[in-house]
């Protein structure tokens, strides 16, 4: 189950990675598109959509400058003695070895790829030392496909646009136009868990081509057991079931 510890880091976690951006997002993506917005006569100029087609990626680089000013990148610590052995064990024979960043976050399970232009992992010390090498092996192979999908849904940025034409409908009733930013970044978060979900899925698929359904299976129940916030597991049974396993091995998975 979560400890509150975790569950403290990944609401802070959260709201600097993703809510605030898209939240401060939305309001200046909407005040753009009321007062500069070329589809009314009068509020402002046609280079403004130039401009706004310019800002198509935003939404991705604010998640990158939240997760810049989390406490993840803050907390790189190099590894102790017995941390720099394990990690050197981790590299795939013949593979390219990740570029791994270990950081100090408490008893907080963290395994994450990112970095933008430099495809980086980060790894807490408390998944480190709590998983086997096997364990930790094959979650790197799901990251690994994380860092090979790369930016892979920016055609939906396109919907950074939808404030003109709102502004366009709505000009008489500034009321609805507040009411539908609201609805946008409530629709825009909604939009971004299920496009990570679709990611997650074909990296959990990825991975378990690289190290073996049953490895990778039971490698990722152990990771996820620290992210179950209800009893039943349903966590791990959707990603379990979406790797192709029956309800029974996922019995067995899970007991292990
Ligand atoms: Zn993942």
């Known amino acids: 189950m979560m400890s509150p510890e975790t569950q403290r880091f990944y609401t ?16 200046l993506f909407f005040t753009l598109g009321w007062y500069f917005n070329p589809l009314i006569p009068g509020r402002g100029t046609g280079l403004m959509f130039g401009g706004v087609v310019l800002f198509l990626g935003i939404s991705r680089l604010a998640g990158w400058l939240g997760f810049m000013l989390s406490r993840v990148p803050k907390s790189v610590v190099q590894p102790d003695a017995d941390q720099a052995a394990k990690l050197g064990r981790l590299g795939p024979e013949g593979g390219v070895p990740l570029e791994l960043r270990l950081v100090e976050i408490g008893n907080v399970p963290f395994l994450a790829a990112g970095g933008g232009i430099a495809p980086l992992v980060w790894l807490s010390t408390h998944s480190l030392g709590r998983l086997s090498e096997e364990d930790l092996r094959c979650l790197l192979e799901h990251e ?12 939906w940025d396109f919907l950074w646009l939808l404030p003109w034409p709102l502004g366009w409908l709505l000009a008489a009733e500034p009321l609805y136009y507040l009411a539908t930013a609201i609805l946008f970044a409530w629709a825009w978060l909604r939009l971004q868990g299920w496009l990570r979900w679709r990611e997650e899925l074909s990296a959990d698929k990825a991975a378990a081509n690289a190290c073996g359904r049953d490895n990778y299976a039971r490698a990722m129940a152990k990771h996820l057991a620290e992210f179950e916030t209800v009893p039943g597991s349903p966590l791990r049974r959707s990603r379990l079931t979406a790797l192709g396993l029956s309800p029974t091995e996922i019995d067995g998975v899970l007991q292990d």
């Open 12 to 27: 802070a976690y959260r709201l600097q990675t993703s809510i605030i951006p898209v939240y401060l997002l939305t309001a």
């Open 144 to 155: 690994r496909a994380h860092l090979r999908q790369g930016c892979s849904f920016a055609g």
